[in-house]
């Protein structure tokens, strides 16, 4: 489990480093990275959750870890999603407002200076976008880096009690 989840705090790391100048090949290397983590640590968290699980428990087990890992995912990416907007909304304002000075001379050229002006304000959504990927790379890293110390409370997994003898 430790491993997996070093994994993943890798691969986030090497997200922290992306860049619109780059080809596919470092998005490539930390998505297996995080990949094989998430595998590591999602299978060794499923085995200590069923370690103790009477073997009769199993599908209600398997219903309620699935359920809690499907909502918690899904409430995670809408977390990450409503960070990404705000973040990429105030970095669009970041870096328009340097381009104050030119203001005036857009509006001399008239509607001359509308189709650069959009593609200007294009160029800026995408680099306030890319600022605001790599901020939420590192809010998940750091979130990794967090939970990571909970793997130390984790028991080793021990044979469950049978329904039967633990109601005598």
Same mark, same amino acid.
């Given at each position: 489990m430790i491993g997996g989840l070093a994994l993943v705090a890798y691969a986030n790391w090497r997200m922290l480093g992306y860049s619109p100048a780059m080809d596919w090949r470092p998005v490539l290397? =930390?998505?297996v990275l995080q990949g094989a983590g998430l595998a590591m640590s999602i299978s060794a968290l %499923?085995? %200590? =959750?069923?370690? %103790?699980?009477?073997?009769?428990l199993h599908p209600e087990g398997g219903a309620i870890f699935n359920l809690s890992r499907l909502y918690g995912s899904t409430i995670g990416i809408a977390v990450v999603q409503i960070f990404f907007y705000g973040n990429t909304q105030a970095m669009h304002l970041a870096l328009a407002k340097n381009l104050a000075p030119y203001h005036a001379a857009a509006h001399l050229a008239g509607p001359l200076a509308k189709p650069g002006l959009a593609r200007l304000n294009d160029m800026i959504t995408g680099q306030a976008g890319v600022v605001a990927i790599i901020g939420q790379f590192k809010i998940l890293l750091f979130a990794i880096l967090i939970v990571s110390p909970l793997v130390l409370f984790l028991r080793k997994p021990r044979p469950a009690l049978k329904l039967a003898e633990a109601t005598k």
């Open positions: 290397t =930390a998505g %499923t085995k %200590t =959750a069923f370690g %103790t699980l009477d073997e009769k």
